[in-house]
């Protein structure tokens, strides 16, 4: 599994855009990126996936350039509600993998501030 | 409502007690997690079972006791904890073992006190 780094933390206002950028310089052919979101006491939630260009969803962006060393995840216009940790995940276990499992870093406090 | 329910929601057990942690979820997944999360700390994956066997053991003490009596259910046996395994347990399940192209389902966790 490809190794991740992401900011420990990062603060923002409400009505502002948000881009969490993550490193994974070790990414292989077969990876794919996932971001997750988890609020305080609760399970993470999967946010976005991708594997190369931009990906766009309902709640969010994600924008990966063409060597794939790093991702951004872009919240457009936060709100106080988006204050939770951000994980972002790279690996490929394949279908069938006895090994599949999936690992979480210590993610990017984001916290929205009115 | 991600259609992994864990119960009970919190937990406050003596470290003689004998207790257990239920999941279930009816996504029709195969692959089913245990992973335990401690104050400030990054989630730890305990255990994984697909199609009810267990496929990984990460070096969790014996006093965690997984069992996937079918791929709907999955418990976690608690017996003689120490203070130190107080934390917020998480389940999860995805449609087969995780790459990370199958997007994973998490409970709302069980928080555990031990005392």
């Known amino acids: 599994l490809a190794k991740t780094t992401q900011p420990i933390s990062m603060d923002s206002y409400e009505g502002q855009e948000v881009n969490i950028t993550c490193s994974h310089n070790?990414?292989?052919?077969?990876?794919?990126i996932t971001w997750y979101q988890q609020f305080p006491s609760q399970g993470p939630r999967f946010i976005i996936q991708g594997y190369k260009t931009k990906v766009t969803n309902e709640v969010a962006s994600l924008f990966i350039p063409a060597d794939r060393k790093s991702s951004t995840l872009s919240l457009p216009r936060v709100s106080l509600s988006d204050t939770a940790v951000y994980y972002c995940l790279v690996g490929d276990m394949g279908r069938g993998s006895t090994l599949g499992r999936l690992y979480f870093g210590r993610g990017t406090q984001l916290t929205v501030w009115p | 409502e991600t259609g992994v329910t864990q119960t009970p929601r919190h937990l406050v057990m003596g470290m003689t007690n004998k207790k257990s942690l239920k999941c279930e979820q009816h996504l029709g997944h195969n692959a089913m997690y245990w992973y335990k999360q401690s104050a400030k700390k990054p989630l730890e994956l305990m255990f994984v079972y697909s199609l009810e066997e267990r496929v990984e053991n990460n070096s969790v003490p014996s006093r965690f006791s997984p069992e996937c009596p079918n791929s709907s259910h999955l418990f976690l046996h608690l017996h003689t904890l120490q203070p130190e395994d107080s934390a917020l347990y998480l389940c999860?399940?995805?449609?087969?073992?995780?790459?990370?192209?199958?997007?994973?389902?998490f409970g709302q966790g069980t928080r555990l006190t031990v005392v």
């Open positions: 999860a399940s995805s449609q087969d073992l995780a790459a990370s192209s199958t997007e994973a389902f």
């Open positions: 070790n990414i292989a052919t077969n990876d794919y």
